[in-house]
């Protein structure tokens, strides 16, 4: 593995754009100079329109990219035959939105500098763009393209919203990140909606005692019943859309960590954060911190995220499609 840059020519930044024109909203590359160095200014970030529930699944597609093989881009690859699924067609992957919109921007690059930006860096990239009104941080480039995706890799590696502590604090290990990191990642819930069936078994069945109180301990009463009432037990909910931080889902911001440390953490990966000594203090401090102290450090855990298992130099490739091999 190697070193990643933030040289002059590689400091490469995304702006975006409410494409006004098109049927659904959805953010386009703005404009790419000849250099091949996307401009943009902190300024023009902050005054973005649109909303902000499109921002929360491209964000995701870092965080999946990077805890199977690293940040290589191999979640964009797509399978080859029935008999080669990639990471994208991993359960959980399939509610992932965005790979249309990073094809759109390896185009346009690939049309004004071929072969030069990666598909990992567009990723990282993207991810530090769109958290809207949040922290901004330098995003060192110079990651290659893999070649590899298997879709049981995913399966297997990617935290779930049921694990639990420990097995998250092992999986965030695994990849050479720490307890810090894991909570303040974790705090990408901030923003955004996640699908009824990601938290049911909290509220229904809980232990498979099977009667109506069967449900999750950690989780607060009155919140409970507010998404019981959104979400019915069995099939009928599963895709309805809830917000992950109520009041203050479509901004980034701490009250993910003021409703954590409430016991109202929408996953069971949440309130787990609760459940170790070391994540459970990193949550309170974030909780009576103003916003900058959890912005200043969420960027710090996204470059540290961004690091992991990168290949560089003559590792890799720089890919012409994010969605296939060269």
């Not at 200014?41 to 909303?51: A, E, I, K, L």
């Not at 901004?136 to 399966?155: C, K, M």
């Not at 037990?233 to 917000?243: F, H, I, P, Y």
Request: aromatic share 8%; charged share 20%; hydrophobic share 40%.
């Amino acid at each position: 593995m190697g070193r990643l840059s933030l040289l002059p020519s590689l400091a490469l930044s995304l702006l975006f754009v409410l494409d006004q024109q098109s049927p659904a909203p959805s953010w386009i590359l703005l404009q790419i100079m000849p250099s091949c160095r996307i401009y943009h200014h902190r300024g023009d970030r902050q005054s973005h329109q649109g909303s902000p529930l499109h921002w929360r699944p491209l964000l995701r597609l870092f965080f999946h990219d990077c805890f199977v093989r690293g940040c290589d881009a191999s979640l964009l690859l797509n399978s080859t035959s029935a008999s080669n699924p990639t990471e994208k067609d991993a359960p959980p992957n399939q509610f992932l939105r965005g790979f249309a919109l990073v094809d759109r921007i390896k185009a346009r690059l690939e049309r004004a500098c071929p072969s030069t930006v990666s598909c990992a860096d567009i990723l990282a990239l993207i991810a530090r763009d769109v958290v809207h009104a949040g922290p901004f941080w330098e995003v060192p480039t110079g990651r290659r393209d893999g070649s590899v995706s298997i879709d049981t890799e995913a399966l297997r590696l990617l935290p779930a919203f049921s694990a639990n502590i420990s097995t998250l604090k092992s999986q965030f290990d695994d990849v050479g990140l720490d307890a810090k990191d894991l909570v303040l990642l974790s705090g990408g819930h901030t923003i955004g909606n996640a699908h009824c069936f990601t938290f049911t078994g909290r509220l229904y069945n809980f232990s498979g005692r099977g009667d109506n109180s069967d449900t999750d301990p950690s989780l607060e009463r009155n919140y409970l019943a507010k998404l019981r009432a959104k979400c019915a037990q069995g099939t009928s909910d599963a895709l309805k859309l809830v917000e992950m931080d109520p009041g203050s889902f479509t901004t980034f911001d701490n009250s993910y960590f003021k409703l954590v440390a409430k016991r109202r953490g929408l996953f069971q990966s949440d309130a787990a954060l609760l459940d170790d000594a070391d994540t459970r203090s990193h949550v309170i401090r974030l909780a009576e911190s103003d916003n900058s102290v959890f912005f200043r450090e969420f960027a710090e855990a996204m470059v540290n995220m961004g690091n992991i298992a990168v290949l560089t130099g003559s590792q890799g490739e720089i890919r012409k499609n994010c969605a296939r091999v060269n």
